[in-house]
């Protein structure tokens, strides 16, 4: 483990200690509920830190640090901008500006990888789900504003960026260039398999792609189809609100989903039966990347006992998200409303957990001492042990029960290698 991320993560921990100690000192704790009580304890922790640390700190570091530290607690999509960084979000949000195809999110105070697009890039780089990034342009992404981390990744098509990463394979943090250039979502796929098997991967929800999931659906119905299995590994794209109607192609009653937050009144999705395409049996494959839209769908035929889901437990990112302006002209963008499962979870707490829980199979090529992939040592003939499950299951070649003993094997980790911790469900 790098020394120094090591030593964040104690001297994160270590502040929490204290603010405990602090807030129970005299036997008096702090009532959970009493805001005013813990603010007297965060400025006394304060005042402390600046009167008593070895060296005087850069407070307004500090002050920075608890500020992404609180928003990270409460929502791992959550930024704190400036001023100057709110008005760049501003000017580049709808821009077409070029990117390296990662989807983020914030874990242990640091910029994580929830998942890489395909072609993209990150994915030539072999960047994956739960790679961390210690730094952009030598800028370290610790206490980093999401949003800021994400503006700092995009620009003109052609030009570098420079990050280190801390991979899931290799702990010691590596330097890797990426070149900037336009990438797209990946198209929806379908083909037949044997045994009247209907193949249909959603690998992303943005833009048409439910509409090109249902045309799929009506061509595999036509070439003979008597079972799907739905593939949403590394679909983690596009406005969440689609997995609304992607899973309405698989329904024809009851509630996909309902969105509510503090001051979010309750509002309810339910399945309409003129919008369904397929009746016939159904299994879901879902993995660590999987999140927003296809994890509402995932969640919505779970729960209404539509289908069966085999893989990974998703990632956690269904909600609805908004820039707050503050009075120094600054912002948060904070998720003020939440998707839940028809049974009451609320999807970005919980994720989705698969029926029948296993990892999925390693194929990712060998590193170098760098920490770059080698070409060519990349597994050869893996076998697709998530969609060999699936078959097995929804064609009845095999129970819920065969598919999840032991022999299988343990279900994927959610503990990042590189901090082993307990962590807020779900994790990579």
């Known amino acids: 483990m790098n020394s120094r991320f090591k030593w964040t993560v104690v001297g994160s921990s270590t502040c929490v200690v204290v603010l405990l100690l602090l807030g129970a000192r005299n036997g008096r704790a702090v009532a959970t509920d009493d805001v005013y009580g813990h603010l007297k304890v965060y400025t006394e922790v304060l005042e402390r830190i600046k009167l008593e640390y070895v060296e005087e700190p850069d407070m307004k570091s500090v002050n920075l640090g608890a500020i992404n530290g609180l928003l990270e607690s409460v929502d791992p999509f959550a930024s704190y901008l400036n001023a100057d960084q709110y008005r760049q979000y501003q000017k580049n949000e709808n821009s077409a500006k070029a990117g390296v195809g990662m989807v983020l999110a914030k874990r242990y105070g640091y910029v994580a990888v929830v998942d890489v697009l395909p072609g993209s890039p990150a994915d030539k780089a072999s960047i994956a789900t739960g790679d961390l990034i210690e730094s952009i342009n030598n800028v370290a992404t610790r206490d980093m504003p999401l949003a800021y981390a994400e503006e700092l990744l995009r620009g003109d098509a052609n030009t570098k960026v420079e990050l280190t990463i801390l991979r899931l394979r290799n702990p010691d943090p590596q330097k890797v260039t990426l070149t900037r250039a336009s990438v797209s979502f990946p198209e929806v796929t ?239």
């Open 190 to 428: 379908a083909k037949m398999l044997p045994d009247n098997v209907g193949y249909l991967h959603v690998a992303s929800v943005a833009g048409n792609r439910v509409e090109q999931a249902k045309t799929k659906l009506e061509e595999l119905k036509k070439q003979g189809a008597k079972y799907i299995v739905l593939d949403l590994r590394h679909s983690s794209t596009g406005e969440q609100a689609n997995g609304i109607q992607l899973a309405n192609l698989f329904l024809d009653k009851g509630e996909i989903t309902y969105l509510q937050g503090q001051k979010t009144e309750k509002k309810e999705f339910n399945a309409q039966a003129d919008n369904q395409v397929w009746t016939g049996p159904l299994v879901v494959i879902t993995d660590r990347a999987t999140a927003g839209g296809a994890e509402i769908a995932g969640a919505a035929l779970l729960d209404d006992k539509r289908a069966q889901i085999v893989g990974e437990r998703t990632y956690g990112d269904a909600s609805l998200r908004k820039a707050i302006q503050m009075e120094d002209g600054g912002a948060i963008i904070l998720s003020i409303a939440k998707y839940y499962s028809p049974s009451g979870k609320a999807i970005q707490d919980t994720g989705v957990v698969p029926t029948v829980q296993v990892a999925e199979n390693d194929n990712a090529p060998e590193l170098d001492q760098d920490g770059n992939p080698i070409p060519g040592t990349a597994p050869k003939n893996v076998e697709d042990n998530l969609l060999k499950e699936s078959i097995d299951l929804v064609t009845g070649k095999a129970t819920i029960a065969q598919l999840t003993s032991d022999e299988n094997g343990p279900a994927a980790t959610e503990q990042h290698p590189i901090i082993q911790k307990s962590p807020r469900q779900p994790q990579n």
